[in-house]
C-alpha cells in the first residue's frame, strides 16, 4: 500500500501562486508516474500533469506555461508550482501515483487538497 499526503492547499488571488506537495509513504519502491488531477464540483476529475521517474513532463493545454510538475524521488515526492492563477483554476487538487509490483500495476489517490483563486 502507498499513502499519499497532499499540502499547499488554499486560497490565493488571481495571478498568484501556489505550491502543492504530496509526499508518497509506504509501500513506495517501484512508484513510476506521479501525476495531478483536479476536480470541480458535478464534473469529472480531470489531469493536469505528469512526470514519470526518469523526469518526462506532460500537461493539459490549459495549464502549459502556467504550472510546473517536478518531483524528488528520494524523497518520493511530487509537486506541483503553479503560477499566474486563475478563477478557472479553482477544484480540489488530487495526487496520483502509479507502481508496479508483483506483475501488476496499482494506482493510489491522495485525499485532495482545495485550491481557491478568487479576489
Known amino acids: 500500500q502507498v499513502q499519499l499526503v497532499e499540502s499547499g492547499g488554499g486560497l490565493v488571488q488571481p495571478g498568484g501562486s501556489l505550491r502543492l506537495s504530496c509526499a508518497a509513504s509506504?509501500?513506495?519502491?517501484?512508484?513510476?508516474?506521479m501525476a495531478w488531477y483536479r476536480q470541480t464540483p458535478g464534473k469529472q476529475r480531470d489531469l493536469v500533469a505528469t512526470?514519470?521517474?526518469?523526469?518526462?513532463?506532460n500537461y493539459a493545454d490549459s495549464v502549459k506555461g502556467r504550472f510546473t510538475i517536478s518531483r524528488d524521488n528520494a524523497k518520493n515526492t511530487v509537486y506541483l508550482q503553479m503560477s499566474s492563477l486563475k478563477p478557472e483554476d479553482t477544484a480540489v487538487y488530487y495526487c496520483?501515483?502509479?507502481?508496479?509490483?508483483?506483475?501488476?500495476?496499482?494506482?493510489?489517490w491522495g485525499q485532495g487538497t482545495q485550491v481557491t483563486v478568487s479576489s
Open positions: 509506504g509501500g513506495t519502491f517501484n512508484i513510476n508516474t
Open positions: 512526470i514519470t521517474r526518469g523526469g518526462n513532463t
Open positions: 496520483f501515483v502509479d507502481r508496479y509490483f508483483g506483475g501488476k500495476w496499482y494506482g493510489y
